[in-house]
């Protein structure tokens, strides 16, 4: 007895090459979809590395919980490479009293000296802190009841903060 032929059976290269062009088209598709979707492909990040007295990232970074785009100035804080500012304070330079590893980073006590003014004739302050620093990108600051404070890429500050950092 002869088998009944399938009619949905295609020769086997045919089937091949049609998966194969599918499979390529495919890939393409996401490979596009994926760089256009990436932040970093459209806006690339030009702000300097980390560095400075801590390894942190220089610009403005808001306490854990709030948003980038609209925080309120008591969860601002700016690290420009020698200290870490305040919306109440500016010109801040750090001085490295100690430093040890703790966890995955490092455990900084500082005594920083800061204008204590956001802006206008004020003297200068000095104080001392503890400052937990696990990465480039984020900082607790243990002195001041353990507020954790997070790096905001430039692309999400409001545009009243962009020209600060």
Do not use: W
């Amino acid at each position: 007895m002869e088998r009944p032929q399938n009619p949905c059976r295609v020769e086997e290269g045919a089937m091949s090459q049609t998966n194969v062009r599918h499979v390529l088209a495919s890939f393409a598709l996401l490979t596009v979809a994926a760089l256009v979707a990436t932040p970093t492909a459209a806006d690339p990040d030009h702000s300097p590395p980390p560095g400075g007295v801590y390894t942190l990232k220089p610009g403005i970074f808001v306490a854990q919980g709030v948003s980038c785009g609209n925080p309120p100035k008591a969860a601002i804080r700016r690290y420009d490479g020698k200290g870490i500012s305040s919306a109440h304070s500016r010109a801040c330079i750090a001085r490295i009293l100690s430093k040890r590893r703790s966890g995955y980073g490092s455990l900084y006590t500082v005594s920083q000296s800061c204008i204590d003014a956001g802006a206008g004739p004020a003297k200068r302050v000095v104080a001392q802190q503890t400052i937990d620093i696990p990465d480039a990108l984020h900082f607790t600051i243990r002195s001041e009841g353990r507020t954790a404070y997070r790096y905001c890429p430039i692309r999400e500050l409001p545009a009243g903060l962009r020209a600060t950092r």
